[in-house]
């Protein structure tokens, strides 16, 4: 295996496990088209794939899956031998089986609770997978198989995530059910107190009162200028006796 093919894996198994809690062992639905190509170009997926992925695979596919496999007859008659030795996850086409694609779209549906990887050569399908966010796309090429790189959908989703635009249902609950265990959730219909802060002295009453001027106030200078007056008038009086007198002399 090449190093730069599996550098390319762990960084994008790295994303899927930070961004979208995918955990060992990885659940991969595989279809007839990809045991068929993996057949031709004989890949042992149960030995390879785990390798590939950097840890433990759980190989799975649906009993539509299989259906389809036996309806097309010999040509694909290896593809259905290896197809059976996985393990069968029920879907909910029991008693009406429909196509492979069909089955394993609705397998994801409701943002992929149980983190299923698509191993697929179906490009029709594939298109389709990669419309919706978190969901790991594998496919064989050149005698390789390759795990896609993350889809426009969840890279876009990611990025919602981290600016705190879209936080998923079960997070959502999460946080409630947190809150609610630490006590942090109030009860329907209690108020907030409002905390009294202590206040120091009103400042208006700190300012300096000012003195009222009084009627009685302004008196005292109004009988001092009548003194002066009085005085000035009685000097006038004296100077004018003593001329009249020195006249008369």
Same mark, same amino acid.
């Given at each position: 295996?090449?190093?730069?093919?599996?550098?390319?894996?762990?960084?994008?198994?790295?994303?899927?496990?930070?961004?979208?809690?995918?955990?060992?062992?990885?659940?991969?639905?595989?279809?007839?088209?990809?045991?068929?190509?993996?057949?031709?170009?004989?890949?042992?997926?149960?030995?390879?794939?785990?390798?590939?992925?950097?840890?433990?695979?759980?190989?799975?596919?649906?009993?539509?899956?299989?259906?389809?496999?036996?309806?097309?007859?010999?040509?694909?008659?290896?593809?259905?031998?290896?197809?059976?030795?996985?393990?069968?996850?029920?879907?909910?086409?029991?008693?009406?089986?429909?196509?492979?694609?069909?089955?394993?779209?609705?397998?994801?549906?409701?943002?992929?609770?149980?983190?299923?990887?698509?191993?697929? +050569?179906?490009? #029709?399908?594939?298109? =389709?997978? $990669? &419309?919706?966010? *978190?969901?790991?796309? %594998?496919?064989?090429?050149?005698?390789?198989?390759?795990?896609?790189?993350?889809?426009?959908?969840?890279?876009?989703?990611?990025?919602?995530?981290?600016?705190?635009?879209?936080?998923?249902?079960?997070?959502?609950?999460?946080?409630?059910?947190?809150?609610?265990?630490?006590?942090?959730?109030? +009860?329907?219909? #209690?108020?907030?107190? =409002?905390? $009294? &802060?202590?206040? *120091?002295?009103?400042? %208006?009453?700190?300012?300096?009162?000012?003195?009222?001027?009084?009627?009685?106030?302004?008196?005292?200078?109004?009988?001092?200028?009548?003194?002066?007056?009085?005085?000035?008038?009685?000097?006038?009086?004296?100077?004018?006796?003593?001329?009249?007198?020195?006249?008369?002399?």
């Amino acid at each position: 295996m090449g190093v730069t093919r599996q550098k390319h894996a762990k960084k994008i198994m790295g994303f899927y496990k930070h961004n979208f809690q995918f955990r060992e062992p990885f659940q991969v639905l595989l279809d007839g088209t990809f045991c068929q190509a993996a057949l031709r170009n004989k890949i042992q997926i149960r030995e390879q794939l785990p390798g590939y992925l950097d840890g433990a695979a759980q190989l799975c596919t649906t009993r539509c899956v299989i259906k389809e496999l036996e309806s097309l007859g010999k040509a694909l008659y290896g593809a259905k031998l290896i197809a059976q030795t996985f393990q069968v996850r029920n879907c909910s086409h029991h008693k009406n089986p429909v196509s492979g694609s069909t089955c394993l779209l609705s397998m994801i549906e409701d943002g992929n609770p149980h983190h299923y990887f698509i191993a697929t +050569q179906d490009q #029709e399908l594939s298109n =389709k997978v $990669k &419309r919706k966010p *978190g969901i790991p796309l %594998l496919f064989i090429i050149q005698n390789t198989m390759v795990l896609d790189k993350p889809s426009p959908k969840s890279l876009a989703f990611v990025q919602k995530l981290q600016t705190n635009q879209l936080v998923p249902e079960h997070q959502k609950q999460s946080i409630v059910e947190l809150k609610e265990k630490e006590g942090l959730v109030k +009860q329907e219909g #209690e108020k907030r107190r =409002k905390r $009294k &802060r202590a206040g *120091g002295p009103n400042p %208006l009453s700190c300012l300096k009162k000012k003195k009222k001027k009084t009627q009685e106030g302004q008196e005292p200078s109004a009988e001092k200028k009548k003194r002066r007056k009085r005085k000035r008038n009685r000097v006038k009086a004296e100077v004018m006796q003593s001329v009249q007198k020195n006249e008369g002399e």
